[in-house]
């Protein structure tokens, strides 16, 4: 069915049921459409209303429900201002659930508050219900039933009461759920999107465009398209500078420090950095400074610091997995992973780049972690001359990285594949995997 007629029947079964409140209203308080129309309205105006003819304006609603002595909300949805508070309460309990990164509480309080919700009649209630529950689940990693959640929300801002800035945030979100499932390409489409409507809004949401810019600058990044990335950072530091505010601000500071570091800019990545860590200490946000903690044990290790490194992702290990967020902690130990390749020590290596596998285990949304790591205990084992167990890790990372459409990461593959080749002694085949790695690199943007 075309959209527009749903929003048509929509407002329709809407105007329908207020209608019906107003003539029950109106008998329960012995009054003919007349009385109620007193000198402001006709009577055939009133008809109309009650048929559901005709939808009054909040205005007009306001004054019928004060002729009627009821709340002019009830009068609108069926709901008094007391229950709307009521559910808004719930909703802000479940939303500040997520915020402190208690996901899985935070999907039962939507759960349990659904059918309030959907009792009041209120789309804007249900669309902020819709929304919560889908960030909350894939933050815990249900993307897939969070963009089944999106779906549904986007259908109803599409409705006219709705802005842009509602419908660019329901693409916003819908963008980073796409992104998280490695659908890159779709997720610019809709953080573009979501980047038009918003400013065509001429409504305030420069947080929410704040938020877009640094999300797509996340997307640029994955596609090696940096300068592109670097732009859509700056922007977004801009606009959280002004709105003077420390999460949205170590947010981008976090991504500014991931694209300077993808550029070789080792020093400025963890200058940014550090700002980030220092805002999140001020914020108590024990979670992020662990993820930071992650990206500067890797920056200590490109600087010629291996041991300051260790120290920090061994840091950033007990904090994550202290608060629960053991994907993320796997992240770390696979970082520990690469630091042990990198300094000789195979077993190690080995050691911790399996452990970071069976945590990343069904974690559809932390593939992008997988192929790396993959590809470290390939190197590893082929270190250790245990060359058939390397080729099964190394044709897995390159799987993965085709799954991702990363080029980087396939073609970081395929000269772990041609190594093992040349220690096999098949120079041809080893000829070939180099030559078609520095091929499609000759095609990446930097």
Not at 35 to 60: C, N, W
Not at 191 to 199: F, G, K, R, W
Not at 334 to 361: D, K, N, P, Y
Not at 411 to 431: F, P, Q, S, T
Request: proline fraction near 2%; include cysteine.
């Amino acid at each position: 069915m075309p959209q527009h007629a749903t929003n048509t029947r929509r407002t329709t079964q809407s105007g329908n049921r207020l209608g019906e409140r107003l003539r029950q209203l109106r008998v329960a308080a012995a009054m003919t459409q007349t009385d109620l129309a007193g000198d402001r309205f006709s009577k055939e105006y009133v008809s109309q209303i009650e048929r559901g003819k005709t939808r009054p304006t909040h205005e007009t609603i306001e004054w019928l429900a004060g002729r009627l002595g009821v709340d002019a909300g009830f009068l609108e949805r069926g709901v008094s201002a007391d229950e709307r508070r009521r559910v808004e309460t719930l909703l802000a309990r479940a939303e500040a659930l997520t915020e402190a990164n208690r996901y899985d509480e935070a999907v039962g309080e939507f759960e349990n508050c659904a059918t309030a919700v959907l009792a009041t009649g209120v789309t804007e209630l249900e669309v902020r219900h819709l929304t919560g529950e889908a960030w909350a689940r894939m933050d815990q990693g249900e993307v897939k039933q969070a963009i089944a959640l999106l779906n549904k929300a986007r259908g109803l801002v599409e409705a006219p009461e709705f802005s842009d800035v509602n419908r660019a945030d329901v693409l916003f979100r819908l963008g980073v759920c796409r992104y998280q499932l490695s659908s890159v390409t779709t997720a610019v489409g809709l953080l573009n999107e979501a980047l038009t409507l918003a400013e065509g809004s001429q409504l305030p949401c420069d947080l929410l465009r704040a938020d877009i810019l640094g999300w797509r600058s996340r997307c640029y990044r994955r596609q090696r398209d940096l300068e592109a990335a670097r732009e859509d950072v700056e922007r977004a530091l801009e606009l959280a500078q002004a709105l003077d505010d420390p999460r949205k601000t170590a947010d981008v500071y976090f991504q500014a420090s991931l694209v300077s570091e993808r550029m070789g800019n080792w020093v400025h990545a963890r200058n940014y950095a550090e700002r980030a860590k220092a805002y999140y200490e001020q914020l108590n946000d024990e979670r992020s400074v662990g993820r930071l903690l992650n990206n500067l044990g890797g920056l200590n290790f490109q600087l010629g610091k291996p041991e300051q490194a260790v120290e920090d992702l061994k840091n950033a290990y007990r904090v994550l997995l202290d608060k629960g967020s053991d994907a993320e902690a796997a992240n770390v130990v696979a970082s520990l992973a690469h630091v042990h390749l990198m300094t000789g020590e195979a077993v190690a290596a080995e050691e911790e780049a399996r452990h970071a596998l069976s945590l990343l285990e069904d974690r559809e949304n932390f593939l992008y972690h997988v192929a790396p790591t993959q590809l470290v205990l390939g190197r590893a084992l082929m270190e250790q001359g245990r060359l058939d167990e390397a080729e099964e890790y190394l044709r897995a990372s390159d799987a993965s990285a085709e799954q991702l459409e990363s080029i980087s990461h396939r073609a970081a593959a395929w000269m772990a594949r041609g190594d093992l080749a040349a220690k096999r002694g098949e120079d041809r085949v080893a000829a070939n995997l180099y030559r078609q790695a520095a091929e499609v690199l000759q095609d990446v943007r930097f």
